[in-house]
């Protein structure tokens, strides 16, 4: 069965840098979620978007944005990059109607 | 504002042996939850859910838990641990009245020896 895919995999950039992160759902899941998993930690919701809206927002940095097209990938810009943003980035998708998040295997990021 | 309470950080447990991951939940709604198992350098793996329905939840790979509104649990079980079991362990609370954002708890890092 297909699964969430995420690239890159892995992204190395330096401080005040941006990345893109790219997302692509599982085939005709609407929905999309995006969380952050720093070392050692839990995961954190960041962002979602339903039908390309914007449906809920979590603790994402002003120098975070997303988006999600109309072929419903998804995608994160992060400026600026800290060494803090350094983790592991997550997103999910769910079906019409449905509550179950299904992750990609995520993008490690490396801030240097 | 819902949350969930991973009771263990870390257990350890022989492998054969019966294997118990404990998780309570604060939620304003009736809660879905869910236990997320993550290997080593790999993604989130559903590994079951608790949607309202019956409250005892079978899962993968031998997996499952029993939701207790009574004591606002959710423990995770498996009758005999592999050593392919060892991974970390999420208990996640859906937000439910219409949003869907996940809260997870910090995680039980579970350990099997020979």
């Known amino acids: 069965a297909a699964g969430v895919i995420q690239s890159p995999r892995h992204l190395i950039k330096e401080k005040r840098e941006t990345a893109t992160l790219k997302c692509y759902p599982i085939?005709?899941?609407?929905?999309v979620y995006w969380y952050q998993q720093g070392p050692g930690q839990d995961p954190q919701f960041l962002i979602s978007?339903?039908?390309?809206?914007?449906?809920d927002k979590g603790s994402i940095p002003d120098r975070f944005s997303a988006q999600q097209f109309s072929d419903y990938h998804s995608e994160l810009n992060m400026s600026s990059l800290e060494l803090g943003d350094s983790a592991l980035y997550f997103c999910a998708s769910s079906p019409p109607g449905g509550e179950t998040q299904y992750f990609g295997p995520g993008t490690r990021l490396l801030v240097l | 504002a819902q949350s969930v309470t991973q009771l263990d950080s870390h257990v350890s447990v022989s492998e054969g042996t019966p294997v118990l991951l404990r998780c309570n939940y604060s939620?304003?709604?009736?809660?879905?939850l869910f236990w997320y198992v993550q290997h080593p350098n790999k993604g989130l793996q559903l590994l079951l859910k608790y949607t309202s329905a019956a409250t005892l939840v079978k899962g993968i790979n031998g997996f499952e838990a029993e939701f207790k509104k009574s004591e606002t649990s959710f423990h995770l079980t498996k009758p005999s641990a592999h050593m392919s079991d060892a991974a970390e362990y999420f208990c996640v609370v859906s937000e439910g009245g219409g949003g869907n954002k996940l809260t997870f708890g910090t995680g039980t890092q579970l350990k099997v020896e020979l």
């Open positions: 085939p005709r899941h609407d929905t």
């Open positions: 939620s304003s709604y009736s809660p879905s």
């Open positions: 978007f339903y039908e390309k809206m914007q449906s």
